[in-house]
């Protein structure tokens, strides 16, 4: 029962993290993270913790975007996310959690410049074909301008970004030699916030290339678990 009524907590307290009163925001960040210390837990751990189905429940509930009844009555006739997740669930096979992590994410890439960061969506596993080229597939119909690339390089990416502000799906990063790449990583890590931009000499004067842009990222075997630790801060919303 316990942990019934943290998760209800905790549910409350995430949706008070996208409040429009900055002081809500950081207010319920700071408790968030006053219970997780606690209970020893990290914010890695929290998703699955909220979805975890309670003790008087078989089995975890389905995603479900359903709005309450109480809301705006234009809001419950029309609700994209729940559109966006049943063409998820029909191409792809996923946790509950990672199906509402993905449809909250594509719907942050037509609204980013509106976020002071733009978390990086990373699809990672030790070996081949689990799907993660698909589900970049199924992305580039959903997200906001997006461009599906393999054999991406550094000063595609950041020329790419500030000439057509694209979302970013870049497929076989565990090619790009991540590790080695300081430019390359330059513009994945940096580019999560805006403003951000990277200088570069063309013909003997200066120039500044926009890196503010959504992207998603997959990896396989080992680089795919320095790629995750690449990016930790990023996608977890630290600096």
């Not at 020893?40 to 078989?58: E, G, I, Q, Y």
């Not at 699809?123 to 993660?132: D, I, L, N, R, T």
């Not at 595609?156 to 799906?169: T, V």
């Not at 990222?217 to 080992?222: H, R, S």
Request: aromatic share 8%; with cysteine.
């Amino acid at each position: 029962m316990y942990d019934d009524k943290l998760r209800i907590k905790l549910r409350k307290l995430m949706a008070r993290l996208g409040d429009k009163n900055e002081f809500e925001r950081e207010n319920a960040r700071v408790k968030i993270d006053e219970i997780l210390l606690k209970r020893r837990m990290s914010w890695n751990d929290l998703m699955l913790f909220v979805l975890t189905p309670s003790a008087s429940s078989a089995s975890p509930p389905p995603p479900s975007f359903t709005p309450d009844p109480a809301d705006d009555a234009d809001a419950v006739a029309a609700n994209p996310a729940n559109l966006i997740l049943d063409v998820l669930q029909s191409y792809l096979d996923l946790q509950p959690y990672e199906f509402v992590a993905i449809t909250l994410w594509i719907l942050h890439t037509h609204v980013f410049r509106k976020f002071t960061h733009s978390p990086r969506l990373l699809a990672v596993s030790p070996v081949m074909e689990c799907g993660k080229s698909t589900l970049l597939k199924v992305l580039e119909q959903l997200v906001a301008n997006g461009s599906r690339e393999v054999g991406m390089t550094a000063p595609a990416a950041y020329r790419l970004i500030d000439s057509e502000s694209p979302c970013l799906l870049i497929d076989e990063a565990d090619n790009a030699d991540l590790g080695f790449n300081g430019t390359f990583r330059t513009v994945l890590n940096q580019g999560h916030e805006p403003g951000s931009s990277i200088p570069r000499v063309i013909r003997g004067e200066t120039k500044r290339f926009r890196i503010f842009a959504p992207i998603a990222i997959a990896a396989q075997g080992m680089i795919a678990h320095a790629t995750s630790r690449l990016f930790r801060a990023v996608i977890f919303g630290g600096g």
